[in-house]
């Protein structure tokens, strides 16, 4: 739980321009995932939610909530920033939804409250999963689903520090990649395939598929640099874990 207040002062601070830089992004369209768009119409990844208990994990300005909400979803939007909370307030739609100031790794909500709990880069992205998953499950209802995306390995492992930028070659070890150094002291985090597939089984989770979002040739990357621009065609670029609970 030690990135907590460090990823919280970071989020704050950079929630205004983040928001400036990615919103238009994030919210063209209702249910986009990642860092290419990718709608989730072509992936099927969360299926259909009229009347659902959903809560977002690290819902940030609430693009993906307050579209569910405007689906019929009864949402709650839970991000441990409250510079985010505050874009997320200042963006709600006609359809209101819940926003509640937590942390993934202690979920505040009773066992059972939802019947689906996702994230796009949110809470599984900023929080060990090892303390963040089990409350996920802890948290969702018999027959409830964790769909969630994320980086995959293959990414970070190509990633460039000094570049920048997403290469062709392996720049750091996958075995170890754990807990990444973002700006300012604070965290994210990451595991390897392996070790997803243990922390999610441990909590009790169903794996149902391992969807590996990829782009069209002439989508580029939103967030990093990527050499070839068409990187994400190529090679896994993200992860989307569609799970449930038995
Ligand atoms: C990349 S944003 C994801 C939100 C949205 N899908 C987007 O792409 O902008 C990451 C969000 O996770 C939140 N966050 C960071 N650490 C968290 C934690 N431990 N628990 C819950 N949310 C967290 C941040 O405040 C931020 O709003």
Request: glycine content about 10%.
């Amino acid at each position: 739980m030690d990135s907590i207040p460090a990823n919280r002062r970071l989020w704050n601070r950079i929630s205004g321009a983040y928001q400036r830089r990615h919103d238009p992004q994030i919210g063209a369209s209702p249910r986009l995932w990642g860092m290419y768009s990718i709608p989730d119409a072509e992936l099927g990844a969360l299926g259909d939610v009229t009347g659902k208990r959903v809560l977002e994990l690290g819902c940030g300005a609430g693009q993906w909530s307050r579209s569910l909400a405007a689906e019929g979803a009864t949402v709650v939007g839970m991000d441990l920033s409250e510079a985010q909370l505050a874009a997320a307030a200042g963006a709600m739609g006609a359809d209101r939804y819940a926003l509640v100031q937590g942390a993934a790794e202690q979920l505040p909500f009773a066992d059972h409250a939802f019947d689906l709990v996702f994230c796009d880069f949110g809470g599984l992205s900023w929080a060990p999963a090892r303390l963040a998953v089990p409350q996920t499950a802890r948290v969702l209802a018999p027959g409830g689903r964790l769909v969630f995306n994320v980086a995959a390995p293959w990414f970070e492992t190509c990633y460039d520090e000094a570049a920048e930028r997403v290469t062709t070659t392996l720049q750091k070890p996958y075995f170890g990649l754990d807990a990444i150094a973002e700006d300012e002291g604070a965290t994210s985090y990451q595991l390897t395939y392996g070790d997803w597939v243990r922390v999610l089984r441990g909590a009790g989770l169903v794996i149902d598929d391992l969807i590996e979002p990829r782009p069209d040739a002439a989508t580029l990357n939103g967030y990093n640099p990527t050499d070839p621009p068409d990187w994400a065609h190529h090679w896994p670029a993200e992860m989307l874990w569609v799970t449930h609970k038995p």
